[in-house]
């Protein structure tokens, strides 16, 4: 689980306290990497660079940015700091991209030069950035192609969009990883979102107008083992639509089981009693969790 803990001026570092907190609670149960994400902005108020720095180290994992231009206004400042204090923590990246368009292309441009300047291939996720998709099919061939390069990881909450996104296939195809989450449950923003991920890989594969058997048990492996992949690089990306690595003799045992006669039609019922085994341990039967 990779879960983003808020920090900013007002909250301080509570968020994050309470996200280690279950982090330490459930360390039986599921590996939790923690973003310090600043989602008020990085600039705009004093003191928050210091709180996110304070964050990493007290285990903070992985080091979080958002809408370099749009929020901040100073794109050149705010990767700035967010790679500064990835490489000094020596910690992954994670940018939430929301900015329109051809602003968003910017954004994600100056990101690419600081992987390949800083040699940062394959520590760094662009999660949203649903208008990288929504350009021509001339610029997003373009992006794909230097994230494919870069090794830079992509994010979706499976959001309802009119507009185009990022072609689940081609992005499997090209070699880029892609994983599968929620972007809060019943927060701020939204009344919708339950943590339940098998309910989110049935919205992936709607939202993307998917009905072939073979699309949406893509889906599935996009929400298991690609994910799975963003925060291990040693796990095997997806190669492609009909790849389903992690269920071979000798992969690791972190297993969803559930009724249903396809992985298409476990996703469609959605059934509630399931099993969980994490790292070849049964971690929750059903409802109740061990």
């Not at 099919?137 to 794909?144: L, P, Y």
Request: proline fraction near 4%.
């Amino acid at each position: 689980v990779r879960s983003f803990a808020q920090i900013d001026v007002d909250a301080g570092l509570e968020k994050f306290e309470a996200v280690l907190a279950a982090r330490e609670k459930y360390a039986h149960a599921a590996e939790v990497q923690i973003m310090a994400f600043p989602q008020a902005g990085l600039l705009i108020e004093p003191g928050t660079i210091d709180l996110l720095e304070e964050s990493l180290k007290l285990g903070a994992t992985v080091m979080g940015g958002i809408d370099p231009c749009q929020l901040d206004r100073d794109p050149v400042k705010h990767l700035d700091v967010v790679f500064d204090l990835a490489q000094k923590y020596d910690v992954d990246i994670d940018i939430h991209l929301h900015e329109p368009g051809q602003l968003a292309v910017f954004s994600a441009e100056l990101v690419c030069e600081r992987v390949r300047a800083l040699g940062m291939q394959g520590r760094v996720t662009l999660s949203h950035a649903y208008e990288l998709g929504a350009v021509s099919e001339a610029v997003t061939a373009a992006m794909m192609e230097q994230m494919a390069e870069l090794d830079i990881s992509w994010t979706t909450i499976a959001p309802a969009r009119t507009a185009p996104q990022f072609n689940l296939a081609a992005m499997s195809a090209a070699g880029i990883r892609v994983g599968l989450g929620q972007d809060g449950q019943r927060d701020y923003w939204s009344p919708y979102g339950n943590a339940d991920l098998l309910d989110r890989t049935w919205q992936l594969a709607f939202t993307h107008q998917l009905r072939r058997d073979e699309d949406i048990a893509h889906c599935a492996a996009i929400a298991t083992i690609g994910g799975a992949s963003i925060m291990d690089r040693n796990v095997p990306r997806l190669t492609g639509v009909a790849d389903r690595p992690g269920l071979e003799v000798g992969d690791r045992a972190d297993l969803l089981l559930c009724p249903g006669e396809t992985v298409t039609s476990a996703i469609m019922d959605r059934e509630a009693d399931r099993t969980v085994v994490h790292d070849g341990r049964v971690v929750a039967d059903g409802l109740h969790v061990s």
